[in-house]
């Protein structure tokens, strides 16, 4: 492998890797399964992926295509050379809307080519959930389907041609095939099923495009595809209906297909109570009708959709295309949310997504969950009832009974003239599966089809033809952990054990989204995997194996992939399944540091509200940036000539008592914010207090992984404010970071002390307190609002925009995920330049574009610090906007 290596670095002028970290990043995909890759290739041009493919087979070393990496089955995971197509042949080639058609490179995004068709009013049909990530030739590998068959078919009727390689070296357009060998097909050996994508496509021959779809890289490279367009509809409608049971649904999936109807989704009620359980204030969950099953049926029109509706028990009809799309993700994220039963059991996918006729689903469904319970398991179903299309995700036992499952699952199948897959391919899971629903002469003839093309056996072999044991190479069994796991920090959601929290990434790969939500800052900065949650997840999955990456916690490696790690907390709201790779990264940092000297920016960030006590900072960011480990590219904020605290008047009130929290970066940076605060609250009648000791919540402490004395200092500080949260007094944050940290992160540090439980029950943010108390106000005027990370993932902004809107102010709520300075991450050296990536990318854009007359308001101090380093404007907190719209201050 070393000469491969050599051979390869010197020949292919993409990246060539094969360092620990990169082999770890790639060991897996969405699958249960695991295999270290000997070397991962990202070619930058054609001429790369020719040069890699032949260097290959020279030295007998298989082969596996991966896009983004979100196979469920297994197809994107192997042990030779994995290419990765997504880092940079990704390009949308042409798009021709005359003839409606466009070429792509295998590593273009969906959404990439939906947002260059969308000018000319054209779409590619299929869409899986994962859109926003996942690559064409991904899509081609698995024959993708997505919510929208009912309307537009599988991957396979929607690619015009091929552009692809063979082992051997031959390159061809599909259209135009050398003389192959191919072998005879019987039509019967197929049902007729529209979901079918299991084993290969033979009875599209002579079509050989349509035959190579879904063939999961086993027999040729992609280089690059022509695929057909459709008319993206002028509108779309979605009716919701509700009935009292799963096979109810069901039952009624005939009848509504007699409708023109773009889709036809289905959820149960265990996924809706996941996401009740994971954010209990999702406006989506309000706007499902009753029942504990339901369809999403998308129509052209409002006629459609009502007639639809009236099938239904009960039912609503949504035209609100934003109210769509909170609908929508609850399905979308189905198969990250699947993945935690409400009781935080695992569940695993294994028997994912199979598919019987749509007539056949209620009857199939009913058997199913007989075979489930026969079996003492439990599943959370969903899917494209339309189609007859089911995804599952089953608490198995891994280590027993998960074979016998599978085989009695695909017996039930077929039995109901289905396939084992229906969507996401065969891979390692279900490709040994495939003589229970073919015939003996149909296996053969696959493995003369795949010969035909692959007779050495090194594209992805395992899959489909030959195929590797499905209870194999199962990655939690295969890399155990092998050192302590039990953590510092409670981890109340996967009770304290380590290795159960970094099983909670399933690798659908949500934070490789580029745009949209907050998750993930530094992958859309570098575009590299081991930035991205995904990547670090599994890195930290192999740290505790340490085979791949040694040296447990004292990993460099890990610690490099964090570095870049903002602790924006974006990963817990965005992720499907709450990964929180900040409250990892502090974890990590500790154990990581235990007994040894730390970086020194940890020292200066870390303790930064002690030098400030001590008078210190504007001494040490002025004179000694470098030493203190700082960033000296950055402009460094200056320290109020006399702190909050020290300007602080209270005012007699005989109303209720609040307290103001007095934060270490209002106290100290901005004591104005405090003021008009304090007067805002006077305002309304109520009592203000501030604590009579200075107070910290640990924030910067934990952030840098001082747990000890994070926990130390938080204690100190529930015990100041006893007197107040014992006597039901509201502790009021105007610094999200620090309040969501004594709202949630508190309670992982120190949640068995009641002082610290206490003061977490009684804090909340500004707009929280004061919004219901707030009659209109006479003001006017434009916003642009960032919305700080902390609070997007603990707190939410409901409030704060309730609050804008009754200071008479128009407001414009950011989707600019993070500000990229993130707390101490953008003060540190090194980190300037990603730190600055982030916010260019849509922050600091938007508030260059703004009118002279528009506000901006950003309630976090590390948004508002970094707005003044990218731009001239002046931002400002919304408890200073409210307190000039009561005419409290100028």
Same mark, same amino acid.
């Given at each position: ?7 390869? @670095? ?183 099923? *529209? ?33 057909? $367009?459709?008319? @993206? ?8 209906? %509700?009935?009292?049971?799963? +096979?109810?649904?069901?039952?009624? &999936? ?106 056949? $689903? ?45 085989? #009695?699952?695909?017996?039930? &199948? ?27 002469? @149909? ?22 033809? #030959? ?84 040296? *447990? ?7 490099? @992939? ?40 940890? +020292?200066?960030? %870390? ?116 007197? +107040? ?72 902004? #409901? ?92």
């Amino acid at each position: 492998m070393s000469e491969l290596s050599d051979r390869l @670095a010197a020949e292919v002028s993409g990246d060539v890797l094969t360092d620990p970290t990169s082999r770890a990043v790639y060991s897996t995909d969405a699958s249960n399964f695991r295999h270290v890759p000997a070397v991962v290739v990202r070619p930058r041009t054609l001429d790369d992926v020719l040069a890699t493919v032949a260097l290959a087979v020279e030295h007998g070393v298989p082969i596996t295509n991966r896009g983004a990496g979100t196979s469920i089955a297994g197809n994107s995971a192997g042990p030779g050379v994995v290419l990765d197509f997504a880092r940079y042949l990704d390009r949308v080639v042409e798009v021709d809307p005359d003839r409606r058609l466009a070429v792509v490179q295998p590593g273009a995004v969906l959404d990439r080519l939906n947002a260059a068709a969308a000018p000319h009013g054209l779409l590619f049909g299929p869409d899986p959930s994962t859109h926003s990530r996942c690559t064409l030739g991904g899509m081609i590998g698995n024959n993708a389907c997505g919510a929208h068959s009912v309307a537009w078919g599988k991957t396979g009727e929607n690619v015009e041609a091929l552009d692809v390689l063979l082992p051997d070296g031959t390159r061809f357009d599909t259209r135009t095939p050398p003389a192959l060998g191919l072998p005879e097909v019987d039509p019967a050996w197929f049902p007729a099923l *529209g979901r079918r994508v299991s084993g290969y496509a033979l009875d599209a021959l002579p079509d050989l495009t349509r035959a190579l779809v879904g063939t999961e890289g086993t027999c040729v490279t992609v280089l690059g595809a022509t695929v057909k $367009l459709v008319e @993206a509809p002028r509108r779309r409608v979605l009716a919701v209906l %509700g009935f009292a049971d799963t +096979y109810d649904a069901a039952d009624n &999936v005939m009848a509504l297909r007699e409708h023109d109807v773009l889709a036809l989704e289905g959820i149960d009620a265990g996924m809706v109570a996941v996401v009740r359980q994971r954010t209990p204030d999702s406006p989506a969950l309000a706007l499902l009708p009753p029942g504990v099953s339901w369809l999403f049926v998308e129509c052209r029109d409002e006629g459609t959709a009502q007639r639809v509706a009236s099938i239904a028990p009960s039912s609503v009809v949504v035209t609100s295309p934003a109210r769509q799309r909170l609908l929508w993700r609850i399905r979308e994220d189905g198969a990250g949310l699947a993945t935690r039963t409400v009781d935080g059991t695992e569940a695993w996918s294994g028997w994912e997504d199979a598919a019987v006729p749509p007539e056949r $689903l209620g009857a199939y469904l009913r058997e199913f969950d007989a075979l489930l319970a026969g079996h003492g398991r439990r599943g959370l179903t969903y899917g494209h009832y339309g189609e007859g299309c089911v995804h599952v995700r089953i608490d198995f036992d891994l280590a027993s009974g998960y074979r016998a499952f599978l085989e #009695d699952a695909a017996d039930l &199948v077929v039995a109901h003239g289905g396939s084992i897959s229906g969507e996401h391919g065969d891979g390692q899971a279900r490709s040994e599966l495939l003589p229970r629903m073919y015939p003996p002469a @149909a296996i053969e003839a696959f493995g003369r089809f795949k010969a035909a093309f692959d007779p050495g056996n090194l594209m992805n072999p395992g899959r489909i033809v #030959d195929p590797l044991p499905l209870d194999a190479d199962l990655r939690v069994l295969v890399a155990p952990a092998r050192i302590p796991t039990r953590t510092a920090l409670a981890l109340h959601a996967d009770g304290g054990d380590f290795a159960s929290a970094t099983r909670r990434c399933v690798g659908v790969g949500k934070c490789l989204n580029t745009s949209g939500g907050v998750m993930c800052p530094s992958y859309r900065a570098t575009g590299e995997e081991q930035h991205s949650t995904r990547g670090r997840a599994r890195l930290l999955f192999e740290m505790l194996n340490g085979e791949v990456v040694r040296d *447990g916690w004292r990993s460099t490696e890990v610690r490099d @992939a964090l570095d870049l790690c903002l602790g924006c907390k974006g990963c817990k709201r965005d992720c499907p399944v709450d990964v929180d790779m900040a409250t990892y990264k502090a974890e990590f940092l500790h154990q990581h540091y235990k007994g040894r000297r730390r970086p020194v920016a940890h +020292y200066s960030m %870390g303790w930064l509200p002690l030098w400030l006590r001590l008078g210190l900072v504007n001494r040490l960011t002025s004179r000694f940036p470098r030493l203190a480990g700082l960033a000296s590219e950055r402009r460094m904020p200056t320290v109020a000539k006399r702190s909050f605290r020290a300007t602080f008047r209270r005012v007699k009130s005989s109303g209720p008592e609040v307290l103001l929290f007095t934060d270490t970066f209002t106290n100290h940076f901005e004591p104005s914010i405090g003021h008009d605060a304090a007067a805002v609250l006077t305002h309304l009648g109520e009592s203000v207090r501030i604590p009579n000791r200075t107070v910290c919540c640990g924030l910067t402490l934990m952030s840098t992984g001082q747990l000890g004395l994070a926990r130390k200092v938080l204690r100190r500080t529930a015990r100041i404010l006893r007197r +107040y949260t014992g006597a039901g007094v509201p502790v009021v944050g105007l610094e999200p970071s620090c309040t969501a940290f004594l709202r949630s992160d508190a309670l992982e540090l120190a949640g068995d002390d009641p002082h610290v439980a206490a003061l977490a029950a009684a804090t909340r943010t500004f707009a929280e307190h004061v919004e219901p108390s707030l009659e209109g106000v006479a003001g006017t005027g434009k916003a642009i609002v960032q919305t700080h990370c902390h609070q997007y993932a603990e707190l939410g902004f #409901d409030a704060d925009r309730a609050l804008l809107a009754k200071a008479g102010v128009t407001a414009e709520v950011l989707d600019a995920g993070c500000c990229g300075l993130a707390g101490n991450f953008g003060f540190e050296r090194g980190h300037y330049e990603v730190s600055m990536a982030v916010a260019e990318q849509a922050l600091l854009p938007a508030v260059r574009a703004a009118d002279a007359d528009t506000a901006v308001v950003a309630d976090g101090f590390s948004c508002r610090t970094q707005v003044r380093e990218g731009s001239d404007a002046e931002p400002v907190h919304s408890a200073t906007v409210l307190a000039r719209a009561l005419g409290l201050r100028d």
